[in-house]
């Protein structure tokens, strides 16, 4: 092979396939004192040294010393900052996530964590739906990186009300060149379908004159989440909530969730005023249910991976849809049994910590709920009530540690607003609360770059696209290989 078909083997390596391992690379990137460590699925790749296929492994391996990876790889995986050669590359073994040695094969390691470490019965993991790997905890894990007084939040503050009044934004989104556009027939059928995809929300969602989708409730609005419903004046019995839960979790699945957890309504979380974006409008907000119904949409990984395209853009979009359908369903479920219930999307209270308590998933690197089983493909609603329920535990299937090392979604982004290297407690502006130690997001930079991606819309799920856990074909052999 001369040295211009190796340069071009090299450049026909595209992102996604590299995230896919289809490239040989890739199912998570961590960075160690030793120098940097591919984490590799289990599959057949070639190493390369200086060009040059020297020998085909099948990983995990050894540790292969003095491997020269090519520029264009370098670029490709993004590995490094700075374009230069890896003198060392680590083709990882799989590594015990309980911190409990190293095994030369998956069915190794599957075998030594079911025997020994035994998270929960299998049996009782399988009945509840879950993945194996899934335990139950009594905290929810980000207790453990809360150093500080937890105040609300003021939803004014939120990223996308920032954009409406926040001079200093403004002066970010000044900054940011607009991105190229495609060719008029791709942005017609692009554009087309979003507007299928956010159409139930674009016209229901709200009934406020300048509703467009993506929202949520409006304060003094009817719609899909209006708050004004009548409660049934018949009282549904519940002499056991526990089993009402479950009834709930049937009854919410049919109307369309992926996945439902249910808390007791942490008030830390709801917004300590309302902001309405579209009228500048501002208020206390007095939310005194006991419970939050959580309620995941999948957003579609064929659709998501495209990322930042329109394909990405209406899995997006259509989420949104869904979730003005199947929270304004339960909620209008709950009120003919006779209790209050509201529903709600973006608004009201932050989903990711409810989705968290609510034993839904982990917080991720990015700042997005990671579930066992979309990962950070997931749009979140809720409904609040004060429904007899019995809430369900939150869960850790080892994000925090995983999260630590793989930095695959700070290095998708276009803008560099997701944090490399360690938590802090440091925040890149009001929209980051006080208190946590974790990787804070610049939002700024990242709404300012869907505000300016015309290419698709104003919207950009890089990050989501890039996360191991997002993509189902490799998520299996990722969780254990921590």
């Known amino acids: 092979m001369s040295e211009e078909q190796k340069e071009e083997k090299f450049k026909k390596l595209t992102r996604r396939e590299l995230l896919a391992g289809t490239g040989g690379f890739v199912a998570g990137v961590a960075v160690g004192s030793g120098g940097i460590s591919l984490l590799l699925p289990p599959k057949e790749v070639e190493v390369i040294k200086e060009v040059e296929v020297i020998k085909k492994v099948e990983v995990p391996v050894e540790v292969i010393k003095e491997v020269e990876v090519p520029v264009e790889v370098i670029k490709e995986v993004e590995v490094l900052k700075e374009v230069g050669a890896v003198k060392e590359v680590e083709i990882s073994k799989f590594v015990c996530p309980y911190g409990d040695g190293t095994f030369s094969t998956l069915g190794a390691l599957r075998v030594h964590v079911d025997s020994v470490h035994q998270p929960t019965p299998t049996s009782i993991r399988e009945s509840e739906g879950r993945p194996t790997y899934v335990n139950k905890v009594d905290r929810p894990t980000y207790e453990d990186f809360v150093v500080g007084t937890i105040e609300q939040f003021d939803q004014k503050n939120e990223m996308f009300c920032r954009s409406f009044w926040d001079e200093e934004y403004k002066k970010v989104f000044a900054a940011s060149p607009a991105r190229e556009v495609f060719d008029e027939s791709t942005e017609i059928e692009g554009q087309a379908l979003m507007a299928g995809a956010i159409y139930v929300d674009d016209k229901a969602g709200s009934d406020q004159p300048y509703y467009y989708g993506y929202n949520g409730h409006k304060m003094g609005f009817g719609g899909l989440y209006d708050w004004e419903e009548p409660v049934g004046e018949q009282k549904f019995p519940v002499s056991d909530p526990a089993e009402m839960s479950e009834r709930i979790k049937k009854v919410a699945k ?229």
């Open 254 to 482: 049919f109307y369309g969730a992926d996945l439902v957890g249910i808390c007791e309504l942490d008030q830390r979380w709801v917004y300590s005023k309302y902001f309405d974006s579209l009228s500048g409008a501002s208020g206390e907000l007095d939310i005194p249910y006991k419970y939050a119904i959580v309620l995941v949409v999948e957003m579609d990984w064929e659709g998501i991976r495209t990322s930042p395209e329109y394909e990405q853009a209406a899995a997006t979009a259509l989420g949104y849809s869904n979730m003005s359908e199947v929270a304004s369903s339960l909620a209008k479920y709950v009120r003919s049994l006779g209790y209050p219930a509201i529903p709600c999307g973006n608004d009201t209270a932050q989903s990711i910590p409810l989705a968290i308590d609510a034993g839904l998933g982990e917080l991720g690197r990015h700042g997005l709920l990671i579930t066992p089983e979309f990962g950070p493909r997931n749009r979140i609603c809720k409904v609040l009530t004060d429904l007899p329920l019995k809430p369900d535990k939150p869960i850790e299937f080892r994000i925090q540690k995983f999260c630590e090392s793989c930095i695959l979604c700070a290095k998708s982004c276009p803008v560099g607003a997701i944090k490399f290297g360690e938590r802090t407690t440091e925040t890149t502006s009001v929209s980051n609360r006080e208190g946590l130690l974790r990787w804070p997001v610049d939002v700024a930079k990242c709404h300012a770059f869907w505000k300016t991606n015309t290419m698709s819309l104003k919207s950009c799920a890089n990050c989501i696209a890039a996360c191991p856990w997002s993509d189902m074909g490799i998520r299996g052999e990722v969780k254990y290989n921590l």
